[in-house]
Each structure stands twice: as structure tokens, then as C-alpha cells.
């Protein structure tokens, strides 16, 4: 069994910040890309940032130069370091991991986090 569980988010004012964590644990060999997804109230879901297990990064155009994605490997962990919050990043924000389990059988897979809620007030 795999798991990713986030944590970090809240309401915040405009202008504020945030810090999300994902941390993965269970039966995991090894992860590769892992990544932030939102999902607002009838939108379906983005791409916010992804960071690969050698550390490159990728944004949405909406984000750059406000948000920052880092890793630990040693920890399975992904962060995201929200500043300069707008009222249109509120949504619920999900981690992806795209991994290998471990014994008995290696299995290549995706695995979504539960999400947790961002609410930037104007």
C-alpha cells in the first residue's frame, strides 16, 4: 500500500503565504516525477508545478515567480512554497507521485494525494 497524505493548507489573505507538504510512505522502491494539481469549484484539474528526482522543475504560467517546488527523496517528500497568494488560487491542491512499489511485485503507478483546501481571501 502507498500513501500520500498533504498537509499545509488554510485561509490566507491576499498577498499572504503558504507552505504544503506531501509526504508518500509505504511500500515504495522508488519515485520519480512527483507533482501539485488544484482543482477550483468547476474547473477541471491543472497542473500547478512538477519537479523531477534530479530536481527540474516546471510551472504553470500563472505561478511563476510565486511559487516554488522542492523535494526531499530522502524523506519522499514534495513542498510548495506559495507566496504573493491571489484570491484565484484558492482551490483544492492535490500531489502526485509517479512511482515504482516495491516487493513482491514492482509496479510503475501514479498515486494521488487526498487534497487539501486553499482559500485566499480578497
Known amino acids: 500500500q502507498v500513501q500520500l497524505v498533504e498537509s499545509g493548507g488554510g485561509l490566507v489573505q491576499a498577498g499572504g503565504s503558504l507552505r504544503l507538504s506531501c509526504a508518500a510512505s509505504?511500500?515504495?522502491?522508488?519515485?520519480?516525477?512527483m507533482a501539485w494539481y488544484r482543482q477550483a469549484p468547476g474547473k477541471q484539474r491543472e497542473l500547478v508545478a512538477g519537479?523531477?528526482?534530479?530536481?527540474?522543475?516546471n510551472y504553470t504560467d500563472s505561478v511563476k515567480d510565486r511559487f516554488t517546488i522542492s523535494r526531499d527523496n530522502a524523506k519522499n517528500t514534495v513542498y510548495l512554497q506559495m507566496n504573493s497568494l491571489k484570491p484565484e488560487d484558492t482551490a483544492v491542491y492535490y500531489c502526485?507521485?509517479?512511482?515504482?512499489?516495491?516487493?513482491?511485485?514492482?509496479?510503475?503507478?501514479?498515486?494521488w494525494g487526498q487534497g487539501t483546501q486553499v482559500t485566499v481571501s480578497s
Open positions: 502526485n507521485a509517479d512511482l515504482l512499489t516495491g516487493m513482491p511485485i514492482p509496479t510503475r503507478k501514479a498515486y
Open positions: 509505504g511500500n515504495i522502491f522508488y519515485i520519480n516525477g
Open positions: 519537479i523531477t528526482r534530479g530536481g527540474s522543475t
